[in-house]
C-alpha cells in the first residue's frame, strides 16, 4: 500500500505510514453529481407548473355554464281534483228509511213492520194496497232537517197514502242514533204542478206548520233554518232550546193570502196556555229557500 501523503510503500495491513505517520485507510470518493437525472427533475418541474397555469387559465377563460334542469321525478305524485259536494248523512238516512216505507208497503205487509217506522209513534193512515210487481218512489221536494227531528214533503209515484198528486209529509225522529219514520199524512190536497219548490200558500202553510212544530219541542237548529235573520233578532226566545209541549197545546191554520206578489201571511190560531193566540206569519222566498221573515199575534 503506497502512503497519499509521502509516496512511501507500506504493508496492506497497516494503518499509518512508517515514515510519515499518515493515516492508510482508504477515503471514500465523493459521489459525481448526475447531471442527467437534475435536469430530468427540473424539466419534470417546470412542466407540472406550465399544466397548472394552463388548467387555470381555461376555468378563468371558460363561459359559465347553465346548471343542468333536473328530469322529472318518475314517482307518482298526487292531484287535486274537484270533489262532488259531500252526501249529508242525515237526508241519506232520511231518504232510506221513506224508501223503506214505500218497499214494505209494496211488499204487502203493514207500513208498521218496516224497521224505519217507530211503532210508539203516532203512526198515519193505513197505506193502500198496490200492485206488487210494481215499485213506489217516493220524490222530495223539500226538506227540512234539524237536531234529531225532520220534516219532508214530497210525491208519490202512484197512490198509497194520497191520490191525484197530493203531496205527502213525513215526520221523522233520531231513536237511538237511528232515523225513523213517526208519522205520514196528506200535506196538501190539491195537487202538487211541479216538484220545483215555489212560494205558494200551500207551501206558506207548510212552512208555518213545521215551524210551530220545532217551536212546540224547542228545535233551535230547525227554527234557524226556517227564519230570516231579521226575525231571529226580533224574536231571540224562539231559539232558547225550550220544550214547550205542556205550554203550546195545539194550532189551525187558516188562510194564506199573498202580500204584495212577493210575500204571503199565514193566519194560525195556537192554543197555548193559559191564553190562546191568533198569529200572523209573513213568508217570503229568501235565498232560494221558503223562510219566516215576521210574527205578530193578538
Given at each position: 500500500?503506497?502512503?497519499p ?11 499509518t ?24 427533475r427540473?424539466?419534470?418541474g417546470?412542466?407540472?407548473a406550465?399544466?397548472?397555469?394552463l ?13 343542468p ?10 292531484s287535486?281534483?274537484?270533489t262532488a ?8 238516512a ?11 208497503v ?13 211503532p ?7 197505506p193502500?194496497?198496490?200492485d ?12 227540512v ?7 219532508v214533503?214530497?210525491r ?17 225522529n ?8 213517526s208519522?205520514?199524512r196528506?200535506?196538501?190536497?190539491e195537487t202538487?204542478?211541479?216538484?220545483a219548490?215555489?212560494?205558494?200558500s ?5 212552512v ?7 217551536h212546540?219541542?224547542?228545535?233551535a ?12 233578532a ?23 193570502k199573498?202580500?204584495g206578489?212577493?210575500?204571503y ?6 192554543l197555548w ?10 213568508v ?10 215576521a210574527?205578530?199575534w193578538k
Amino acid at each position: 500500500m503506497q502512503c497519499p501523503d509521502c509516496g512511501a510503500e507500506s504493508p496492506d495491513d497497516e494503518t499509518t505510514c512508517p515514515e510519515c505517520g499518515a493515516s492508510l485507510d482508504p477515503q471514500p470518493e465523493a459521489p459525481v453529481p448526475n447531471r442527467g437525472a437534475r435536469a430530468v427533475r427540473i424539466g419534470f418541474g417546470v412542466l407540472m407548473a406550465l399544466v397548472f397555469v394552463l388548467v387555470t387559465a381555461v376555468a378563468v377563460l371558460r363561459p359559465a355554464q347553465p346548471s343542468p334542469v333536473p328530469a322529472p321525478s318518475s314517482v307518482p305524485t298526487a292531484s287535486v281534483e274537484p270533489t262532488a259536494p259531500p252526501v249529508d248523512p242525515d237526508r241519506a238516512a232520511i231518504e232510506a228509511a221513506i224508501r223503506s216505507f214505500y218497499a214494505t208497503v209494496d211488499a204487502g205487509y203493514p207500513a208498521t213492520v218496516s224497521p224505519y217506522v217507530d211503532p210508539k209513534a203516532r203512526g198515519g193512515v193505513a197505506p193502500r194496497a198496490v200492485d206488487a210487481s210494481q215499485t213506489t218512489t217516493f220524490t222530495i221536494a223539500r226538506a227540512v232537517i234539524g237536531t234529531g227531528s225532520a220534516d219532508v214533503f214530497g210525491r208519490e209515484s202512484r197512490s198509497v197514502i194520497a191520490t191525484g198528486g197530493a203531496e205527502v209529509e213525513f215526520r221523522l225522529n233520531v231513536v237511538h242514533e237511528k232515523w225513523l219514520i213517526s208519522s205520514w199524512r196528506v200535506a196538501r190536497a190539491e195537487t202538487v204542478p211541479s216538484q220545483a219548490l215555489a212560494l205558494s200558500s200551500g207551501t206558506a202553510k207548510d212552512v208555518v206548520g213545521t215551524l210551530l212544530q220545532a217551536h212546540q219541542v224547542g228545535d233551535a237548529t230547525t227554527l234557524k233554518l226556517l227564519t230570516t235573520e231579521r226575525f231571529r233578532a226580533a224574536h231571540g226566545s224562539w231559539l232558547d232550546g225550550v220544550d214547550r209541549s205542556s205550554l203550546l197545546i195545539s194550532w189551525r191554520i187558516g188562510s194564506a193570502k199573498p202580500k204584495g206578489g212577493a210575500a204571503y201571511t199565514v193566519t194560525v190560531k195556537e192554543l197555548w196556555r193559559p191564553t190562546p193566540l191568533t198569529s200572523t206569519y209573513t213568508v217570503i222566498m229568501s235565498g232560494g229557500q221558503i223562510v219566516v221573515d215576521a210574527w205578530s199575534w193578538k
